[in-house]
C-alpha cells in the first residue's frame, strides 16, 4: 500500500475517528487505525466494539490495499509533521514508512484481517434528519446524562421518535433535559432508543452545522451515514424510564433572566461554594435575584441581578454547576426559570422547544 | 410501641413490621420534607424489605425510583436510623413497571371484569391453551377432571379448585403435603390447568423447587439475576412442587423467600407441594416455615379402598386393560396407600393376565404383587403392633413382654418381639430397648438369640416366619407419612419371569 496525502487533510480526518480508541489494552487491535486505500482515496475506521468511526478523505493512492496503524501515534506523528505532504508507504509486514519533507517515521503496525467486523445492519428503519438540527438537540441535552454505571439506562440520551416529534431526554436523577422538536417523520419509523454517551459525543464532534445525515435504527444499534464520515454505535439496551413523571406541571411564577448575566454571576458566587452542601441560595423578590453563597470555613459571596419577576419572595437553593450547564449550552439570550415553590422542581425554558428540570436542594433551617 | 425501636436488622423484617415502620418513617418524612413535596414524591411508596443489605423501598414509577434515590437519599437514611439498629443503604425499585412499560394489561383486566371478555376468553383455541400450558411448564395429563376424588384428599381438592378459580385472594400460599405418589403434583397442575383456561393471559410458572435452583444457578453464572427475578416475581400463578428441596440451601432459600414476598405483596398466587409439612422440612429459615404456614396447607392422605379402586379402575379405563373389578379389588386389598405402586401393580396384574390364557384368580393376583405389598407396608408397624402380634402367637400378654418376668416363654415372646422390631420397624436400638423399657445390650442379645435359634431350628422360623407374614400382610393403622417404598423395576420383572411360565 502505498499513497500520498495533504497534511490537514489527513490530521482532520485522523482528529475525526482517535477518539474512539480505545484505552483497554487487552485488545491492542482497538488501539489501531484501520486505513484502506482504493482509487479514490483512504478510508480510516476505529472502534472500541462499541462505537465506530469510518470517515473518508481524498488521498493520492498509488498502490492500493490495507493496514492498520496505532492510532494516537499516528495522529500526533502526523500533527508534528513539518510540510504539508506526507508519504506513507506499507510493506507486507505492516511496517509503514511515513515521509514529510526531511522527517522519516517507521510504524509498526498490525494486519487489517485482525481488525474487527462491524456487524451487518439488518432489518432498520431508515431516515433522513437535519444534521444541525440533532447537533443543537445533543448539545442542549447531552451535558445531563448520569454518569452513575449502576443506571446504565441513564448513561445516554433517550430518543424517541414519533407522534411529529423528535424528543431527546437525558436525566442524572437530579436534573433532567429535554428538547422536543416537532419533526415529520416517514410512517412507521416510530421508536425509542437510549443512544450512549460515548456516541452521543462522538456524533456532537462528526455533526456540522449544515446538511443531513442518513440515519439508520435497529434493535440494538444505530449508524449515522453522514457526507464523509459514518458511525455506528451499539445501543443501550432496556427501557428508559417514564421521565414524564418527574417534569411538573404547570408553574405558578415565571422569572425571565439574561442567560449570559446569571450564568456569570453564578460562576462567580460558586467560587464560594459550600462543599459540603453544594449548593448556592437563589432569592427572588421584586424584580431581582440575589443569588448567595455562604461556606462557613471560607466566606461569603452574593450578587444581585435585574430580573423580571413579580411574584412573592421565593429562597431556592440549587447545585450551582446544574445551573450553569444548560446557560453553558444555550444560545438564546433570554432564559425563563419557572418556579411553583421553594420545594418543588424549577423549570429552566427558553422560546424554543427545550425544558431542564432541576430539583432544589434542601436549605437547612 | 416506640420502645421495640431501634428494630435489629440483622434479621429481615416481618411484613407487619414493614407496614408498621413504614407508616412511622413516612409520616417522619411528611412532617420534616412538609406535604406537597411528600406527597409530590413518595405517593405510591411503600417499605419491600428491610435487612443487613439497607432499606429497599418500592416506587409506583421507575423516574420516582431514580429521583428519589437522588434527591431524598439523605432525608430517607436519616429518618429509617431512628428506627433501626443500623441503615447505610436504601435503595428503591419499582413496584408497577405498568406504568412504564411499553405493553399495557387492559385485555387482563377486560376478561375479568365484564363477562363479555370471559366468553372471549374461552374462545382461544385449545391447541393455543395447551402449548401455554406447556411452556409454563405444566404437564398435560394431570387435570382437575381426571383427578380421582376421595375421602382422602378431600380438602386439597376443595382448595386447589378454590384456587384455581380466584388465584390470589382465597389461600396464599396454598400448600398441599403428602407422602410421594398420592397425587401433588396432580393437583399442582391441575390449579395451573383450570387457572389458565379461565384466564388465558395470565402468566403461569411451574417448576420444581430444583428447577428453581437451576435456573437460579444459571442466573448467578450468566449475570443475568434481573431476568430471573423478573420472570418469577411477575408470575400471576407460580407452582413449585417439591419445596422441601430448598432444605439446607440457604441462598436459595433467601431468593425464595424475595420472590415469595413479591408475589404476596402484589396478591399473587403461589402453590407449593412437599412430602411434609413446612415445619418439617430440614433447615428451612423460620421465616420460610412461618409464611408458607399463613396460608392453607392441606394433607392428602393415602386413599381408602374405595378410592384405590375407583383410581384403578380410572386407570385401567385410561389405560384399556382387561381386568376385571374383581381383580382390582384384588390388587387394592393388597397394596395400600401410594398410587404410583398401585398402578404399578395394575400393569403387572394386566400384563400377566395377557400373558396367561386361564383367567387370573384372586389369589394368583396376590402372588404376582406379594412382593409389593411386602416393601410397601413393612415399616408402617411401631413396636406395639409388634408386641400385639407376638402376644397373640405366644398367648403371652401385652404387659408381661413389657414386663421383667423371665420364663422361658415369655422371655422367648420378648427376644422375638425384639427381633421383629428391629427387622420391621426403623427403630433404633435405643428406641427399641426404651419400648420394652430394657438397655440396647438385651436388645442385641435378643436380636442375636433370635437369629441363631432360626438357623437351629426350622419350626422356630416358621414361627417367626408367620409372626412376621401376619404383621406386614394385616395391615395396621396406616402412618400416612411414611416413606414410600420406591419398587425396583428388576423386581417387577424376576416377578414376571417367576411366573409367566405357569400359562404355557
Known amino acids: 500500500m502505498k499513497f500520498q496525502i495533504d497534511k490537514d487533510v489527513f490530521q482532520d480526518a485522523l482528529n475525526q475517528v482517535q477518539h474512539v480508541v480505545s484505552s483497554r489494552t487487552t485488545l491492542p487491535i482497538l488501539s489501531n487505525v484501520l486505513i484502506e486505500a482504493d482509487e479514490l482515496g483512504l478510508q480510516l475506521s476505529t472502534t472500541d466494539l462499541d462505537v465506530t468511526i469510518t470517515v473518508r478523505v481524498p488521498a493520492d493512492v498509488s498502490v492500493t490495499g490495507a493496514t492498520t496503524m496505532p ?70 441535552t447531552a451535558y445531563a446524562i448520569s454518569t452513575d454505571e449502576t443506571r446504565y439506562v441513564l448513561n445516554g440520551v433517550n430518543c ?125 423578590a421584586d424584580n431581582q435575584v440575589s443569588i448567595a453563597a455562604n461556606s462557613p470555613e471560607i466566606g461569603e459571596a452574593e450578587e444581585s441581578i435585574d430580573v423580571k419577576y413579580d411574584g412573592p419572595k421565593i429562597v431556592v437553593a440549587f447545585n450551582p454547576e446544574f445551573v450553569m450547564a444548560p446557560l453553558r449550552n444555550l444560545d438564546q439570550d433570554e432564559v425563563y426559570i419557572d418556579l411553583i415553590d421553594e420545594s418543588s422542581p424549577g423549570v429552566l425554558k427558553i422560546d424554543e422547544p427545550f425544558l431542564y428540570v432541576i430539583m432544589p436542594m434542601r436549605v437547612a433551617g | 410501641m416506640h420502645n421495640i425501636y431501634p428494630l435489629n436488622v440483622e434479621e429481615p423484617l416481618e411484613r407487619q413490621q ?17 406535604d406537597p413535596l411528600f406527597d409530590r414524591w413518595f405517593t405510591g411508596f411503600l417499605l419491600d424489605s428491610v435487612d443487613l443489605n439497607g432499606v429497599v423501598l418500592s416506587a409506583p414509577g421507575s423516574m420516582y425510583a431514580i429521583w428519589v434515590e437522588e434527591n431524598f437519599r439523605d432525608s430517607v437514611i436519616s429518618t429509617f436510623q431512628k428506627y433501626l439498629s443500623k441503615c447505610d443503604k436504601f435503595r428503591v425499585s419499582v413496584v408497577a413497571p405498568a406504568e412504564d412499560a411499553l405493553e399495557p394489561e387492559p385485555e387482563v383486566a377486560i376478561e375479568e371484569v365484564s363477562g363479555k371478555g370471559k366468553v372471549l376468553s374461552q374462545t382461544i383455541s385449545k391447541s393455543k391453551l395447551l402449548e401455554r400450558g406447556l411452556s409454563a411448564g405444566l404437564v398435560e395429563n394431570f387435570r382437575f377432571d381426571n383427578f380421582v376424588a376421595g375421602e382422602n384428599c378431600d380438602l386439597a381438592l376443595a382448595a386447589a379448585k378454590a384456587v384455581a378459580d380466584d388465584p390470589g385472594r382465597t389461600y396464599q400460599p396454598l400448600y398441599f403435603n403428602s407422602a410421594c405418589g398420592l397425587g401433588k403434583t396432580h393437583l399442582l397442575n391441575a390449579i395451573g390447568w383450570e387457572s389458565l383456561r379461565q384466564r388465558p393471559k395470565s402468566k403461569i410458572i411451574s417448576v420444581t423447587a430444583e428447577q428453581f435452583a437451576n435456573d437460579y444457578i444459571d442466573a448467578i453464572q450468566n449475570n443475568s439475576l434481573a431476568a430471573f427475578r423478573k420472570r418469577y416475581r411477575e408470575a400471576d400463578l407460580l407452582i413449585i412442587d417439591d419445596v422441601q428441596f430448598l432444605g439446607r440451601k440457604e441462598g436459595l432459600q433467601r431468593e425464595f423467600f424475595h420472590t415469595f414476598n413479591r408475589l404476596n405483596d402484589q396478591r399473587k398466587q403461589v402453590v407449593l407441594a412437599s412430602d411434609c409439612p413446612a415445619s418439617e422440612i430440614n433447615a428451612l429459615e423460620d421465616r420460610l416455615v412461618s409464611r408458607f404456614q399463613s396460608g392453607l396447607s392441606a394433607e392428602i392422605h393415602r386413599p381408602g379402598l374405595e378410592t384405590r379402586a375407583a383410581i384403578l379402575r380410572r386407570k385401567r379405563d385410561d389405560w384399556d386393560m382387561k381386568v376385571s373389578d374383581d381383580l382390582i379389588n384384588a390388587i387394592v386389598e393388597r397394596v395400600k396407600g401410594n398410587v404410583r405402586v398401585l398402578e404399578g401393580a395394575l400393569i403387572r396384574v394386566a400384563m400377566v393376565a395377557t400373558m396367561n390364557e386361564e383367567e387370573l384368580t384372586t389369589a394368583d393376583v396376590h402372588e404376582v404383587i406379594a412382593d409389593i405389598c411386602d416393601v410397601q407396608e413393612g415399616r408402617q408397624l411401631d413396636a406395639e403392633e409388634i408386641k400385639r402380634a407376638v402376644s397373640e402367637q405366644y398367648d403371652v400378654s401385652v404387659p408381661l413382654i413389657n414386663g421383667k418376668k423371665r420364663t422361658a416363654r415369655v422371655a422367648e415372646a420378648r427376644q422375638v418381639a425384639m427381633f421383629l422390631c428391629r427387622q420391621l420397624t426403623e427403630l433404633s436400638l435405643v428406641e427399641v430397648a426404651a419400648c420394652f423399657a430394657k438397655d440396647h445390650g438385651t436388645v442385641i442379645y435378643a436380636v442375636k438369640k433370635v437369629k441363631k435359634r432360626c438357623e437351629d431350628s426350622a419350626s422356630f422360623k416358621s414361627t417367626v416366619e408367620l409372626i412376621k407374614r401376619r404383621l406386614v400382610r394385616g395391615g395396621g393403622t396406616q402412618n400416612p407419612r411414611g416413606n414410600d417404598p420406591v419398587v425396583p423395576d428388576n423386581d417387577q420383572f424376576t416377578s414376571f419371569r417367576k411366573f409367566s411360565p405357569k400359562g404355557k
Open chain 1, 160 to 284: 424517541i421518535i414519533g407522534e411529529g416529534m423528535l424528543t431527546l431526554v437525558a436525566t442524572d436523577g437530579r436534573r433532567l433535559a429535554m428538547v422536543e422538536q416537532d419533526l415529520e417523520f416517514p410512517a412507521g419509523n416510530e421508536s425509542a432508543v437510549i443512544i450512549p454517551t460515548k456516541a452521543v459525543n462522538e456524533l456532537q464532534r462528526l455533526l456540522k452545522d449544515s446538511g443531513e445525515m442518513k440515519v439508520s435504527l435497529t434493535n440494538n444499534q444505530a449508524s449515522f451515514q453522514l457526507n464523509e464520515s459514518h458511525l455506528i454505535t451499539k445501543l443501550i439496551e432496556g427501557n428508559y424510564p417514564n421521565f414524564r413523571q418527574v417534569i411538573p406541571g404547570e408553574a405558578k411564577y415565571r422569572v425571565t433572566v439574561e442567560r449570559e448575566v446569571l450564568h456569570s454571576a453564578v460562576k462567580r458566587v460558586a467560587l464560594l461554594v459550600n462543599e459540603k452542601t453544594n449548593s448556592i441560595k437563589f432569592t427572588f
Open chain 2, 18 to 34: 414493614l407496614n408498621t415502620l413504614w407508616k412511622l418513617v413516612s409520616d417522619d418524612l411528611r412532617t420534616d420534607l412538609g
Open chain 1, 71 to 140: 492510532a494516537r501515534r499516528l495522529a500526533s506523528i502526523v500533527r508534528e509533521l513539518p510540510t504539508s505532504e506526507i508519504k506513507i508507504e506499507v510493506n507486507e509486514d505492516n511496517a509503514a514508512t511515513v515521509r514529510s519533507g526531511p522527517s522519516f517515521f517507521k510504524i509498526l503496525g498490525l494486519p487489517n484481517s485482525e481488525f474487527p467486523v462491524i456487524g451487518e445492519f439488518g432489518d432498520a428503519k431508515e431516515f433522513t434528519i437535519d444534521q444541525k438540527l440533532l447537533k443543537d438537540a445533543l448539545r442542549k
